[in-house]
């Protein structure tokens, strides 16, 4: 279907919310309940293995929502224009009403020029949100990730599925020389990752426990990420003051780190995407499009 482009009828002002748009469940066994959209009436049915669709159906969408290719003839229209819109309702739901096009009068305009703004996005996994973001509103529908790529996405993931990539990532690296594609990847605009030197941004307890066993660069990302492997798999016969300072696995130990690099999870994620095609990497990468959405 490529009707997730009229989702924001959901979520725009609540007072044009129309009762008949949207179905409310019966809860299921564990009380949950789960609110559907009805109307589709602007939806279009690809047939099996088409990407792209004509426009002879009329509507194109909600104006302030329409990807930019929509609105130019000359161009091919795919289910990359339900990617943007749907990247214009995260952003709206997120950050509680803001669209990432400004205000409903130039909100088209700044569309078709490519004119955006994510700076109001909450501090809480702020890169990785962004990331997400402004690949699902690139201007080039080439550019967008696909909806597999979208839900594979890090924003989504929790600190237990964190923690195990991380763990993927420097299990996969460990071996490889510094002139290897992967770590070569990994360590390009690594600084920014590391803050200079990772060894003095973590607390003094792990200070200390790091330097008892092997010497780790504090400008490599790559051991950053073994630091972390180390003391997870090791977590069990770590001092008491340092497992107080890490905190509980999974989730106190990977927000530790995520608090302190807030840039390491995306960074990682975007330089390991040429891996994607490794069976291990599978579960976090969609590799139909050769990872064209993950930059």
Known sequence: MSGIAHLHSLYIVHRDIKPQNVLISQPDSRGQVRAMISDFGLCKKLAAGRISFSRRSGAAGTEGWIAPEMLDEDKRTTCAVDIFSAGCVFYYVV????HPFGEPLRRQANILSGDYNIDSLPMTDCQVRKQLIETMIDFDP??????????????????????????????RIE?????????????????????????KHVSMELQNDLRKFRTYKGNNVKDLLRAMRNKKHHYRELPEDVKASLGTIPDQFVQYFNARFPHLLIHTY????????????????????DCSGVR
Do not use: M, N
Request: hydrophobic letters at 35%.
């Open 95 to 98: 950050t509680r009403g803001k």
């Open 142 to 171: 080439e550019s967008r990730p696909t909806a597999k790529a979208v839900i594979k996405h890090p924003f989504f993931w929790s600190k237990e599925r964190q923690l195990l990539f991380f763990q993927d990532v420097s299990d």
């Open 175 to 199: 071996k490889e020389t510094e002139e290897s594609l992967v770590v070569k990847q990994l360590e390009w605009g690594g600084d920014r990752v590391v803050k200079g030197d990772w060894r």
């Open 270 to 289: 975007k330089a390991l995407a040429c891996c994607a095609h490794e069976r291990v990497f599978h579960q976090y990468y969609d590799d139909s499009k």
